[in-house]
């Protein structure tokens, strides 16, 4: 649902294409955010490492050396708490995880060329010389600050062994981050309230000592990087505003003795280990590393990537020389995470003279039904649980990454996931395919002798087309899509020509309208591969195409298709109703289960509370955090009149609004289904934030948001009959 939480200023990019056009004769490098190797995988990971699969495979499709690598995060303090809640060592319970993930992800068709961990020998050794060269560097300072302490057992709080109240936003927050709320990075003694996690008991804070990089020497830098940054458009602007004005230093120890070891021995402390955010994304450039020393340099050399070519030193000024001669570093993250990918990490790097990314794509978040993913409620899918449905992986992949654009929301919903298989894969991938083949095959042994017709070739050249400039704009959603539009035309082309209408008295025309068919069959298996691999290389097989898939090059959309082959089988299969009604019983039971517990957990401790205390709680705190009048006046609020609202289709609370204001009428998507009464909201006067930018949730452009209070979206209007269009003042 959409609720006002903060107005932001909207800020204009400033972004400009400064590189050059992929591909490049530099190899390039994809990553994804580190899995942590604290629990099981569901839909909400997935999103992130299918979606870096499928564009690491565009990439090479459209001939750019590269290679895919990441890692699992094996450090930091929610491994430690967690191994020893259960009394066990830190290392064995993170690497039981590990493996897991090593297990999982190519059961998903997701193949990283080097799949590493932070705790290896290559990651540590690579994380103290970054941290060397800082210190040579002197970009690292210390500082003294407040460290939460738990008074029980006289040990510092490092990250999430404190909890308590976001300084920012006041909700809820771990020791380093605000999980559920601003998202916001906090800095050691920020958290207000603490409590200790291990024993439950208020923290106090006292004074040490820590080590910290000092982003403040990067702040210029990090500007300009912002404005060469491709990518998304949430991961290039949402930066800036962390960097605007004093940006704070990034605290890079902790107490405690579960990570790599800060690395200047000089310092004589002990149990005093680097912060978990500068080993991870290091492993980066390590699993690259790992990939060389396997390969040879020859096939491929991290450092081409990584490392600056000439003689260029950390701390000199950033010139053209290091944009032209770099390698091509493409990240794929969740949203959670882009500060530390767009400021920390560019900073690490330039202060060890590493090259910069090239482009941050980060991407959207999982929602179940409608509601956000929330493990803690037990709604979630989870990916064991998606495998043991039998339901092929491909299929996943592609619901999953053509959902949305990259950068906006996907809901997972097994009604909505069996509609989108059975009318997109099945009912028009599959059965052009399969009907072309299948006709092509008992009336001619394979390919008739023919040419492909001009119309086909430009509809296969348009397709490529499409494919070359999504790989360059990071458009993921349509890269899944480019396969499932060009078989929608073969569907259309071989109903309008009807060629077995022709065998008997115009066979040429036959012949053609069936060659021009397979031509496009063949072109979907290799516009398709990066999203359905398996599926694609099912196809090619069943054309007899020799070679792999994978390594054909997008040229060969347009080479003829083998003269023979055999009868073809169909290549996605029904999702059946009784199959998906069992899933969602599942997932509803177990969410059931879950609320219920909960609920008796919160009687019994509540106590006698009263209920005008409990009111009280659920209150939003007030923002800290002020604007300025010029940041209101930014701000287009204008009074509107809903005049069309229809259920959004497979959508669980979304509804399509029309809504008049005054100047234009315009789209907009709202969760107020469960909420309102759909079929009376035409006529109702709303409030219209109307310089958002736009989004897509389910497939439906909103252009706008409607302001509502509150879980029940009390819809915000004026007391008079204000004229539409009207600016909100």
Same mark, same amino acid.
Request: net charge negative; hydrophobic share 35%; charged share 30%.
């Given at each position: 649902m959409w609720r006002i939480v903060r107005l932001f200023t909207l800020h204009d990019p400033t972004w400009s294409m400064s590189h050059e056009q992929l591909p490049t004769d530099r190899p390039a490098v994809v990553t994804v955010g580190l899995p942590y190797a604290n629990g099981?995988?569901?839909?909400?990971?997935?999103?992130?490492?299918?979606?870096?699969?499928?564009?690491?495979?565009?990439?090479?499709?459209?001939?750019?050396?590269?290679?895919?690598?990441?890692?699992?995060?094996?450090?930091?303090?929610?491994?430690?708490?967690?191994?020893?809640?259960?009394?066990?060592?830190?290392?064995?319970?993170?690497?039981?995880?590990?493996?897991?993930?090593?297990?999982?992800?190519?059961?998903?068709?997701?193949?990283?060329?080097?799949?590493?961990?932070?705790?290896?020998?290559?990651?540590?050794?690579?994380?103290?010389?970054?941290?060397?060269?800082?210190?040579?560097?002197?970009?690292?300072?210390?500082?003294?600050?407040?460290?939460?302490?738990?008074?029980?057992?006289?040990?510092?709080?490092?990250?999430?062994?404190?909890?308590?109240?976001?300084?920012?936003?006041?909700?809820?927050?771990?020791?380093?981050?605000?999980?559920?709320?601003?998202?916001?990075?906090?800095?050691?003694? #920020?958290?207000?309230?603490?409590?200790?996690?291990?024993?439950?008991?208020?923290?106090?804070?006292?004074?040490?000592?820590?080590?910290?990089?000092?982003?403040?020497?990067?702040?210029?830098?990090?500007?300009?990087?912002?404005?060469?940054?491709?990518?998304?458009?949430?991961?290039?602007?949402?930066?800036?505003?962390?960097?605007?004005?004093?940006?704070?230093?990034?605290?890079?120890?902790?107490?405690?003795?579960?990570?790599?070891?800060?690395?200047?021995?000089?310092?004589?402390?002990?149990?005093?280990?680097?912060?978990?955010?500068?080993?991870?994304?290091? #492993?980066?450039?390590?699993?690259?590393?790992?990939?060389?020393?396997?390969?040879?340099?020859?096939?491929?050399?991290?450092?081409?990537?990584?490392?600056?070519?000439?003689?260029?030193?950390?701390?000199?000024?950033?010139?053209?020389?290091?944009?032209?001669?770099?390698?091509?570093?493409?990240?794929?993250?969740?949203?959670?995470?882009?500060?530390?990918?767009?400021?920390?990490?560019?900073?690490?790097?330039?202060?060890?003279?590493?090259?910069?990314?090239?482009?941050?794509?980060?991407?959207?978040?999982?929602?179940?039904?409608?509601?956000?993913?929330s493990t803690s409620r037990n709604r979630a899918i989870w990916a064991r649980e998606y495998l043991d449905t039998g339901f092929h992986p491909d299929l996943f992949r592609y619901y999953i990454t053509t959902g949305s654009g990259v950068e906006h929301d996907v809901d997972f919903s097994w009604d909505r996931f069996a509609e989108r298989v059975n009318g997109e894969l099945v009912g028009n991938l599959g059965n052009f395919c399969y009907r072309a083949l299948l006709f092509a095959s008992r009336n001619y042994g394979g390919t008739p002798a023919a040419d492909t017709s001009e119309e086909v070739h430009e509809r296969i050249a348009e397709a490529v087309e499409t494919f070359e400039e999504a790989t360059r704009t990071y458009d993921v959603r349509t890269l899944g899509e480019v396969a499932i539009r060009l078989a929608d035309f073969g569907n259309q082309y071989i109903q309008r020509n009807e060629p077995w209408n022709l065998i008997d008295d115009e066979p040429d025309a036959a012949a053609q309208v069936i060659h021009d068919c397979v031509q496009l069959t063949k072109a979907c298996a290799i516009l398709a591969q990066p999203v359905m691999p398996a599926k694609a290389a099912e196809l090619w097989a069943q054309l007899d195409e020799d070679g792999d898939v994978s390594e054909a090059t997008l040229d060969e959309v347009f080479s003829a298709p083998p003269e023979t082959f055999d009868e073809p089988t169909e290549l996605f299969a029904q999702?059946?109703?009784?199959?998906?009604?069992?899933?969602?019983?599942?997932?509803?039971?177990?969410?059931?289960?879950?609320?219920?517990?909960?609920?008796?957990?919160?009687?019994?401790?509540?106590?006698?509370?009263?209920?005008?205390?409990?009111?009280?709680?659920?209150?939003?705190?007030?923002?800290?955090?002020?604007?300025?009048?010029?940041?209101?006046?930014?701000?287009?609020?204008?009074?509107?009149?809903?005049?069309?609202?229809?259920?959004?289709?497979?959508?669980?609370?979304?509804?399509?609004? #029309?809504?008049?204001?005054?100047?234009?009428?315009?789209?907009?998507?709202?969760g107020l289904k469960q909420l309102h009464n759909v079929e009376a909201l035409p006529g109702t006067r709303v409030i219209l934030l109307a310089n958002m930018q736009k989004a897509e949730l389910f497939g439906v452009e909103s252009d706008g948001m409607v302001l509502a209070a509150g879980e029940e979206a009390d819809l915000l209007t004026t007391h008079e009959d204000a004229a539409l269009g009207k600016r909100v003042r």
């Amino acid at each position: 649902m959409w609720r006002i939480v903060r107005l932001f200023t909207l800020h204009d990019p400033t972004w400009s294409m400064s590189h050059e056009q992929l591909p490049t004769d530099r190899p390039a490098v994809v990553t994804v955010g580190l899995p942590y190797a604290n629990g099981d995988l569901h839909v909400g990971h997935l999103l992130g490492y299918v979606s870096g699969d499928l564009y690491a495979r565009a990439l090479r499709r459209i001939g750019q050396q590269t290679a895919f690598v990441c890692g699992s995060d094996m450090h930091g303090t929610p491994i430690a708490v967690n191994a020893a809640q259960e009394g066990r060592d830190p290392e064995e319970f993170a690497l039981e995880y590990h493996e897991q993930y090593q297990e999982t992800f190519p059961r998903f068709n997701v193949e990283f060329d080097n799949y590493g961990h932070t705790h290896d020998e290559t990651n540590t050794e690579l994380t103290q010389e970054f941290v060397r060269t800082w210190i040579d560097e002197g970009h690292v300072i210390e500082k003294e600050i407040e460290v939460a302490w738990d008074t029980e057992t006289d040990d510092p709080l490092p990250d999430r062994y404190v909890e308590g109240t976001c300084p920012y936003c006041g909700e809820k927050a771990r020791g380093d981050e605000c999980d559920e709320g601003c998202q916001r990075h906090l800095e050691p003694g #920020e958290i207000e309230n603490p409590v200790s996690v291990t024993t439950g008991n208020p923290a106090e804070y006292r004074t040490r000592e820590h080590k910290f990089l000092r982003l403040s020497d990067f702040q210029e830098y990090l500007q300009g990087f912002l404005d060469r940054l491709e990518g998304t458009e949430k991961a290039r602007n949402q930066p800036r505003e962390w960097i605007e004005g004093e940006l704070e230093d990034l605290c890079i120890t902790r107490d405690m003795d579960w990570g790599i070891d800060y690395p200047d021995e000089s310092d004589g402390r002990e149990n005093l280990v680097l912060y978990v955010w500068v080993d991870a994304p290091i #492993e980066y450039v390590s699993s690259t590393k790992q990939y060389t020393e396997r390969v040879g340099a020859e096939e491929y050399d991290w450092e081409a990537v990584w490392k600056p070519a000439g003689e260029t030193r950390p701390g000199t000024e950033w010139n053209d020389e290091w944009t032209d001669t770099s390698g091509e570093i493409i990240h794929v993250i969740g949203a959670d995470i882009i500060q530390h990918h767009c400021v920390f990490w560019p900073a690490m790097l330039r202060g060890a003279g590493y090259n910069e990314p090239r482009a941050v794509v980060a991407t959207g978040f999982v929602g179940i039904n409608g509601k956000s993913l929330s493990t803690s409620r037990n709604r979630a899918i989870w990916a064991r649980e998606y495998l043991d449905t039998g339901f092929h992986p491909d299929l996943f992949r592609y619901y999953i990454t053509t959902g949305s654009g990259v950068e906006h929301d996907v809901d997972f919903s097994w009604d909505r996931f069996a509609e989108r298989v059975n009318g997109e894969l099945v009912g028009n991938l599959g059965n052009f395919c399969y009907r072309a083949l299948l006709f092509a095959s008992r009336n001619y042994g394979g390919t008739p002798a023919a040419d492909t017709s001009e119309e086909v070739h430009e509809r296969i050249a348009e397709a490529v087309e499409t494919f070359e400039e999504a790989t360059r704009t990071y458009d993921v959603r349509t890269l899944g899509e480019v396969a499932i539009r060009l078989a929608d035309f073969g569907n259309q082309y071989i109903q309008r020509n009807e060629p077995w209408n022709l065998i008997d008295d115009e066979p040429d025309a036959a012949a053609q309208v069936i060659h021009d068919c397979v031509q496009l069959t063949k072109a979907c298996a290799i516009l398709a591969q990066p999203v359905m691999p398996a599926k694609a290389a099912e196809l090619w097989a069943q054309l007899d195409e020799d070679g792999d898939v994978s390594e054909a090059t997008l040229d060969e959309v347009f080479s003829a298709p083998p003269e023979t082959f055999d009868e073809p089988t169909e290549l996605f299969a029904q999702v059946e109703d009784d199959d998906i009604e069992a899933l969602n019983e599942q997932l509803a039971e177990r969410i059931e289960t879950k609320e219920e517990a909960d609920e008796k957990a919160e009687t019994e401790e509540d106590g006698d509370e009263s209920h005008e205390a409990m009111t009280a709680q659920d209150v939003d705190p007030l923002e800290d955090e002020r604007i300025s009048f010029e940041q209101f006046q930014d701000i287009d609020m204008r009074v509107g009149e809903i005049t069309e609202a229809d259920p959004i289709e497979g959508a669980d609370e979304l509804v399509r609004l #029309e809504v008049d204001i005054g100047v234009e009428t315009r789209q907009v998507v709202a969760g107020l289904k469960q909420l309102h009464n759909v079929e009376a909201l035409p006529g109702t006067r709303v409030i219209l934030l109307a310089n958002m930018q736009k989004a897509e949730l389910f497939g439906v452009e909103s252009d706008g948001m409607v302001l509502a209070a509150g879980e029940e979206a009390d819809l915000l209007t004026t007391h008079e009959d204000a004229a539409l269009g009207k600016r909100v003042r």
